[in-house]
């Protein structure tokens, strides 16, 4: 699976849109784009995937550039709940399926 | 639904104990997952199963640790013989897989923190 590269940290402020950046270069054509946050103490949470397409649900929406070699997680409305580890995974289906590789992600703290 | 179910939620043990950690998946995934996350490795996938069969052990760190899954609800992993270098927070996961494309939107359990002293 490729790799991804996230910044370690980023704040934002409550309210405002968070944008977290992902760069993975290497993205195969099969490869799927997933995020994941994790919550302090929490298991990982799901929070959404893409292929080639932007992508939109209820927590984020998820922007990924004509190349592919990048893509952002927009969370809209930041709350001081969002302040998460999260995570930017890609992965392929087929053989590779499930295989989900964590790297470290990027602390995002949302202040007051 | 419950989502998924993982017991004991701590365990602490002497090195060299027999350490069983279990899951329950959520009901009608067909594929789950044990995880382990630690400070300085990470989150790092252990093994995963579609429909109760091993597919992939590459994760398995040695031959002290093996899991099972006898059944769609239910599956363990073992440590045996336990060393304080096992000590993490270990998840499991399902999900449901449909054919062979992506999709991998997995479900985590609140994971299960063990000690080995």
């Known amino acids: 699976d490729a790799k991804t590269t996230q910044p370690p940290s980023m704040d934002c402020a409550e309210g405002r849109a968070a944008n977290l950046p992902c760069n993975h270069s290497t993205i195969s054509g099969n490869e799927y784009v997933y995020w994941y946050r994790q919550i302090h103490s929490q298991g990982p949470q799901y929070i959404i995937h893409?292929?080639?397409n932007n992508e939109t649900n209820e927590m984020a929406s998820l922007i990924i550039t004509e190349d592919r070699k990048s893509s952002t997680l927009i969370l809209p409305h930041a709350t001081l709940r969002d302040t998460a580890v999260y995570y930017c995974?890609?992965?392929?289906?087929?053989?590779?399926?499930?295989?989900?590789?964590f790297g470290q992600g990027t602390i995002l703290t949302v202040h007051p | 639904d419950a989502g998924v179910i993982q017991s004991p939620r701590h365990e602490v043990t002497e090195m060299g104990q027999e350490v069983t950690l279990r899951c329950k998946p959520i009901?009608?995934?067909?594929?789950l997952f044990w995880y382990r996350q630690t400070m300085m490795r990470g989150l790092e996938l252990l093994i995963y199963?579609?429909?109760?069969?091993?597919?992939?052990d590459s994760g398995m760190p040695e031959d002290r640790f093996s899991a099972k899954m006898p059944n769609a609800s239910f599956s363990t992993l073992k440590i045996q013989p336990s060393e304080p270098r096992d000590s993490a927070v270990y998840f499991c996961?399902?999900?449901?897989?449909?054919?062979?494309?992506?999709?991998?939107?997995?479900?985590f359990g609140p994971g299960t923190r063990l000690t080995v002293l």
């Open positions: 893409g292929l080639k």
């Open positions: 995974i890609v992965s392929a289906g087929g053989t590779s399926y499930g295989k989900l590789t």
């Open positions: 996961a399902s999900s449901l897989r449909r054919g062979t494309g992506g999709g991998n939107e997995q479900f």
């Open positions: 199963f579609n429909n109760n069969v091993p597919i992939d």
């Open positions: 009901s009608g995934h067909n594929s």
